[in-house]
Structures are given as structure tokens and as C-alpha cells.
T-cell receptor
Framework: GAVVSQHPSRVICKSGTSVKIECRSL??????MFWYRQFPKKSLMLMAT?????????EQGVEKDKFLINHASLTLSTLTVTSAHPEDSSFYIC??????????FGPGTRLTVL | RKEVEQDPGPFNVPEGATVAFNCTYS??????FFWYRQDCRKEPKLLMS???SGNEDGRFTAQLNRASQYISLLIRDSKLSDSATYLC??????????????FGTGTLLAVQP
């Protein structure tokens, strides 16, 4: 199957700092990528849809100024958590769509904000 | 009502058992359906797509009933390595660039030796 990578896999930061997470499709081009967040023992929740060359589409309740998304190329999307706070601590996962509408997920980034 | 509902389990079964998971979805316009598997603290991995005619992949069989808005997954001859959380996933978009996956909360399966 298609391979999606994420970097970093784990990050610990102080409250108030910004954290950038990269999502890359390694062996295919992804016009659309998605960003999810998963809290412990909860289901994945879609945060935003990232479209190459245009603005991201955010889900209701997700602050676009706090979660900055840039989809600069067909293989790279970045999520920046600005001024992170402890409540932003979560498992952030990206995905990219295959040709049959299935989504391939990156390995996730575990963010801990102290 | 949740858009995708699953029994959270856990399902504790012995090795070799057959286990079935059920899922219901609320949006009748949903286009495509999947089962994903998620291991603890890992990303979800696609297990199989679900087609209207039903489909099988080895020990795994998926069924879809559009009229009842119901999806199932059957695992035969359970292995210890099948222990994971199984996510029912529905695509509510019309496809292409507007894919939007809705995840169930998952059903936890624990296969006992």
C-alpha cells in the first residue's frame, strides 16, 4: 500500500511554543491530505482537509489561526500548532487519499505540552 | 445520535474463535465504507473496504446492508495477532477531493491464548 510518513513522531514542548508537524506521501502524489486528532480512548476526529495550492478547510470547532496548515506540494502538508497549551496534547495523525478513496495514514505524532 | 456507532467491547475470545463486529451509520448518502485496524498507540491501518456485494479477504469477511445502514466484519479462526481495535469508517463525501471519513469509536478485540 501507499506510504505516508510523519515527522516528528513524538514531541514534548513548553506551553506557549509552536510545533510544526510534517506529513509526506512517499510514493504517490496526494492532492488532498487530512489532519486528525485523537485523544486517549477516543475516536479519530477530523480537524481539517488540506488541499494542495489552496487554503485548508477546517471542521467546525477547530481554530484555523491556532492550527495552521500549509500544503505546499503534492507530497507535503504541514500542521503548525501555534502557542500550544496542555489541552493541545494529543495524537495528531495525517492521511492521504489513494485512487480508490481509501485513506492511508501516517504513523502519527504524539504531542505533549507541559 | 452518533454518525457511526459501534459496540466498544471489549470482545474477549479464545484463539480459533469466530467473532463478528457490527456497525451502523446514520447518513444514508454515505458512499464508501471501510474497516480499519488500530493497534495501541499506533495509526489506523486499512483492513479492507466494504462492498455492497460483500467481500472476503482470507479470514475476514465484510458485509454491507445499505437499506439498514449496517456494516459487519467477521473474523474466523482468530489469532492472537488479531488483538486490536477495529474501526468502522464511513466516507460521507461524494468522493474525490471531498472525501470525509467518519470514524466509529472502535471495537476492542482481545484474543486469548
Amino acid at each position: 500500500g501507499a506510504v505516508v510518513s510523519q515527522h516528528p513522531s513524538r514531541v514534548i514542548c513548553k506551553s506557549g511554543t509552536s510545533v510544526k508537524i510534517e506529513c509526506r506521501s512517499l510514493d504517490f502524489q496526494a492532492t488532498t491530505m487530512f489532519w486528525y486528532r485523537q485523544f486517549p480512548k477516543k475516536s479519530l476526529m477530523l480537524m481539517a482537509t488540506s488541499n494542495e495550492g489552496s487554503k485548508a478547510t477546517y471542521e467546525q470547532g477547530v481554530e484555523k489561526d491556532k492550527f495552521l496548515i500549509n500544503h505546499a506540494s503534492l507530497t507535503l502538508s504541514t500542521l503548525t500548532v501555534t502557542s500550544a497549551h496542555p489541552e493541545d496534547s494529543s495524537f495528531y495523525i495525517c492521511s492521504a487519499t489513494g485512487i480508490y478513496n481509501e485513506q492511508f495514514f501516517g504513523p502519527g505524532t504524539r504531542l505533549t505540552v507541559l | 445520535r452518533k454518525e457511526v456507532e459501534q459496540d466498544p467491547g471489549p470482545f474477549n475470545v479464545p484463539e480459533g474463535a469466530t467473532v463478528a463486529f457490527n456497525c451502523t451509520y446514520s447518513n444514508s448518502a454515505s458512499q464508501s465504507f471501510f474497516w480499519y485496524r488500530q493497534d495501541c498507540r499506533k495509526e489506523p491501518k486499512l483492513l479492507m473496504s466494504v462492498y455492497s456485494s460483500g467481500n472476503e479477504d482470507g479470514r475476514f469477511t465484510a458485509q454491507l446492508n445499505r437499506a439498514s445502514q449496517y456494516i459487519s466484519l467477521l473474523i474466523r479462526d482468530s489469532k492472537l495477532s488479531d488483538s486490536a481495535t477495529y474501526l468502522c469508517v464511513v466516507n460521507t463525501g461524494p468522493g474525490g477531493a471531498t472525501n470525509k471519513l467518519i470514524f466509529g469509536t472502535g471495537t476492542l478485540l482481545a484474543v486469548q491464548p
